[in-house]
């Protein structure tokens, strides 16, 4: 089972920093999965038994060194053991000191991240905006060239329907000038047609003429 940062330090009654600084120090390994922090429950267990092994050492050999030196100079143990205190004192405190610097890096790189979040999020949505105005663009020319085919179809259509009309007339007036032509033809055969036969008349009659004489 794994645990998070706030679930951990409510296991250990201290606060989300002193987990941290644990984590940093090396007291207490997780695991990372993206930008979360896991902390396995064995490694919380295994801290957490460390920790109370040292609580229990510490007065005993605090005691043993008092007694084992209270009957040649205790006071001199005792500003010894003082001395060690405090020397341990400044070292958690510079621990401490140096956790909190870690932790203002952590919340700066945690602040950096969500910056870079936020302007990976603003890049996407002007991407998705971007998309969108370019897929009306495109829309809008379809339509304006699909406008643009319909008035080129009914100009052709209309210009075919001109041009036919035109051939139409032009055949008409074709055929009556043909017409007019075979009719004058025929008129002018059919007179020629009528004086061959005349001259044929007047010399048939002539040469009756000249038989009967």
Request: proline residues 1%; hydrophobic residues 40%; negative net charge.
């Amino acid at each position: 089972m794994h645990l998070s940062i706030k679930e951990a330090a409510r296991i250990l009654n201290v606060s989300e920093n002193k987990v941290r600084g644990y984590i940093l120090s090396g007291k207490l390994l997780v695991e990372r999965k993206g930008r979360q922090i896991l902390i396995p429950e064995a490694q919380l267990k295994a801290l957490v038994d460390a920790e109370a092994h040292l609580q229990e050492e510490a007065p005993q050999s605090s005691l043993d060194s008092v007694s084992m030196d209270s009957g040649k100079e205790p006071l001199e143990v005792i500003l010894s053991r003082l001395a060690s205190l405090e020397a341990q004192v400044n070292e958690k405190w510079q621990k401490d000191a140096e956790n909190q610097r870690l932790h203002e890096l952590v919340r700066e790189q945690d602040r950096q991240l969500a910056e870079k979040d936020l302007e990976l999020e603003k890049l996407r949505r002007d991407l998705v905006y971007q998309k969108r105005l370019s897929e009306k663009e495109v829309e809008d020319r379809r339509l304006v060239l699909e406008e643009k085919w319909a008035l080129l179809e009914q100009e052709a259509s209309k210009r075919v329907a001109q041009e036919r009309e035109l051939l139409e007339q032009r055949l008409l007036q074709e055929r009556n000038m043909c017409s007019e032509r075979l009719a004058q033809q025929q008129q002018r055969f059919a007179q020629e047609l009528a004086a061959m036969r005349n001259q044929e008349g007047f010399w048939s009659r002539l040469m009756k003429m000249i038989t009967w004489s």
